[in-house]
């Protein structure tokens, strides 16, 4: 089971997106755990998007729990989170923990970025 | 200072085939009758050649004025105080038109927000139906654009006052998804309508 549990749910572009990831497996070997932020297009055209930052942490064998912290600078440029007529652009932070000899675990939490603030 | 994007008016317009047609005919028959040597026919294939080239001349006209009306009412550009713009933000913008000059009720601009996508797959239901590449435009914003014009020192320059709302999308670029800002203005002058598309680029940045 993996918990994604975010500082804020809302981060300005060019700021850092901090969360604390927490694990733990009961069935098999878990190797690894891949923590990604990135961006997504839905809609009614093709999907476009970006990864943004990709951690893997090793996990020793034999251990069944652990957390770890994530702490990503969203890009200055964005794209920020928009929910339009024809399409829309979503951000996620996404967790997978790798298992040997059992079934890999995810978890996602959506994250809204937002235009950053500007002086005048 | 952003420069417009005019469509290339076209350079041979259809009806253009017959009024060559005519006039190398009546041109050859001009040839003909004087070849004949005769004083009297000379002068009638000289007449017949003026007629021609006349004719021909004032088919062209119209083609001739609208080329010239257009490039009477050719938009010099835009100049902005800031580039790129923020969100938030209202700026003065400088409009110059090279020819003509500018008045408050002979110009209208409005300042667009639209999305563009591009698909391959449709669905209808659940099911995913293939079709050829389409792009779908949708404007998700329209804004008049106050004017202020003409100038005091220039009658061919004016202003367009801009505001971007701090709530919109800012710009978005990607392979399939787009989020466009652009400036539309239409002039009309000399009984000739004109539109010109300024394309502007919005920041993820809102004024405080």
């Not at chain 1, 476009?48 to 702490?71: F, K, S, V, Y």
């Not at chain 2, 350079?11 to 070849?35: R, S």
Request: proline share 7%; charged share 25%.
């Amino acid at each position: 089971m993996i918990t994604i549990a975010l500082e804020s749910e809302r981060v300005e572009a060019g700021q850092s997106l901090q969360a604390r990831i927490e694990w733990s497996c009961t069935d098999g070997r878990p190797t690894r755990l891949e923590s990604t932020l990135y961006w997504f297009t839905e809609g009614r055209g093709d999907t476009d998007g970006r990864r943004i930052h990709t951690e893997t942490l090793p996990i020793e064998e034999g251990q069944m729990t652990g957390w770890t912290q994530i702490d990503v600078r969203v890009p200055e440029d964005g794209p920020i989170s928009y929910d339009g007529t024809l399409l829309k652009i979503l951000w996620e932070v996404r967790s997978d923990l790798k298992v040997d000899r059992g079934s890999d675990e995810r978890a996602v939490e959506r994250v809204t970025v937002q235009p950053r603030s500007g002086m005048r | 200072m952003i420069d417009e994007s005019l469509p290339p008016l076209p350079l041979f317009e259809e009806w253009f085939i017959p009024l060559i047609f005519v006039t190398l005919f009546g041109l050859g028959v001009a040839g003909v009758v004087m070849a004949d040597g005769d004083r009297g026919m000379v002068a009638l294939g000289v007449g017949m050649m003026v007629l021609a080239v006349g004719s021909a001349s004032l088919g062209l006209w119209p083609f001739f004025q609208k080329m010239r009306k257009r490039r009477a009412l050719a938009l010099g550009g835009l100049a902005l105080p800031r580039w790129p713009l923020r969100l938030g933000e209202s700026v003065q913008v400088s409009l110059e038109n090279q020819a003509a000059d500018l008045s408050p009720n002979l110009v209208s601009a409005r300042l667009v927000c639209r999305e563009e996508v591009r698909g391959l797959a449709d669905h209808v239901g659940r099911i995913p139906t293939p079709r050829a590449p389409a792009t779908m435009h949708r404007e998700v914003r329209s804004i008049d654009v106050e004017f202020h014009g003409p100038d005091e020192h220039s009658l061919r320059t004016g202003h367009l006052y801009l505001h971007v709302p701090p709530e919109a999308a800012p710009t978005f670029v990607a392979r399939s998804n787009k989020v466009l800002w652009e400036l539309n203005v239409r002039v009309d002058s000399q009984g000739v309508e004109r539109e010109a598309t300024f394309p502007l680029l919005v920041i993820p940045e809102v004024v405080a």
